[in-house]
């Protein structure tokens, strides 16, 4: 099921927690390396953040570094690389970032890659689960994780959008859900988004072939549910979909809507 030495492509520091905690456990004790690499810090740009935070903007990255070191240590993770990108930039810079991708399979003789889901949570979330697709149709292994999507208008937590019967699912047995919570706690600046975070099941599939042509779902996507909102909340992420599906289609070309090889 697991691989022998596994990297995990985090777009944001918490979502190995949210997403993979349980699995990074099990695929330790199952004697695999377990590789972290952070395509962004995490934090959104300095012009975005509220105007009297923008002059300490440096000491709230290096906060929210600080936590993804405290629960990479707690997890028995190795952390292999860290972006200097903001959060909301990765789905617009996917060549660069796949180069970073690919730099760590070779550095660390990767067999196998962990992506979030495509499941309009998050569009650096879709846009890593897209390197991931590039590298799966060369025939690298890759499994991919839910975390949250809003199919339907209502909110889904560790289950996809659309199952196809390859899924596995984690049910978290007392330790491990209290393993999940203490790495959660660490992100102490994220503690009002991660409070949604549930710790009972965690879910997975091998990468299916997504029509990258088309949003995951019908539907709002969960991150678009708050672009109502009528001034620029920095909370908020304005991102349209149609850009995210057009900077996705751009840097797979052709394979956005191609199968991926049997086996």
């Known amino acids: 099921m697991f691989g022998r030495s596994i990297l995990i492509l985090v777009p944001h520091p918490?979502?190995?927690?949210?997403?993979?905690?349980?699995?990074?456990?099990?695929?330790?004790?199952?004697?695999?390396r377990v590789h972290a690499l952070y395509l962004t810090h995490g934090c959104v740009d300095q012009d975005t953040v509220w105007p009297w935070q923008r002059?300490?903007?440096?000491?709230?990255?290096?906060?929210?570094?600080?936590?993804?070191?405290?629960?990479?240590?707690?997890?028995?993770?190795?952390?292999?690389?860290?972006?200097?990108?903001?959060?909301?930039?990765?789905?617009?810079?996917?060549?660069?970032?796949?180069?970073?991708?690919r730099a760590a399979v070779a550095r660390h003789g990767i067999d196998q890659l962990w992506a979030p889901a495509y499941e309009g949570g998050n569009p650096d979330h879709d846009g890593a689960n897209?390197?991931?697709?590039?590298?799966?149709?060369?025939?690298?292994?890759?499994?991919e994780f839910a975390e949250y999507n809003f199919l339907g208008g209502r909110t889904r937590l560790q289950r996809f959008?659309?199952?196809?019967?390859?899924?596995?699912?984690?049910?978290?047995?007392?330790?491990e859900q209290a393993r999940k919570r203490r790495a959660l706690r660490l992100y102490a600046s994220e503690q009002v988004t991660l409070m949604y975070v549930p710790v009972r099941h965690e879910c997975f599939r091998p990468l299916p072939s997504h029509d990258y042509r088309r949003p995951?779902?019908?539907g709002l996507l969960w991150y678009a549910?708050?672009?109502?909102?009528?001034?620029?909340h920095p909370k908020v992420d304005f991102t349209h979909p149609e850009l995210v599906l057009s900077a996705i289609q751009s840097y797979l070309g052709h394979a956005a809507a191609m199968p991926l090889a049997a086996g």
């Open 55 to 101: 002059e300490r903007h440096d000491a709230i990255v290096a906060r929210r570094r600080a936590e993804a070191e405290a629960a990479a240590a707690l997890l028995g993770i190795d952390q292999v690389g860290w972006s200097t990108r903001a959060a909301r930039h990765l789905w617009r810079d996917l060549a660069s970032a796949e180069a970073e991708v």
């Open 216 to 218: 995951p779902h019908e």
């Open 161 to 175: 959008p659309k199952p196809n019967g390859d899924e596995a699912v984690l049910t978290l047995t007392p330790p």
């Open 14 to 32: 918490d979502d190995e927690v949210v997403g993979f905690c349980a699995a990074i456990g099990r695929a330790k004790a199952a004697g695999a």
């Open 130 to 143: 897209a390197i991931g697709r590039r590298l799966a149709g060369e025939g690298l292994r890759v499994l």
């Open 225 to 232: 549910r708050f672009q109502w909102v009528p001034f620029r």
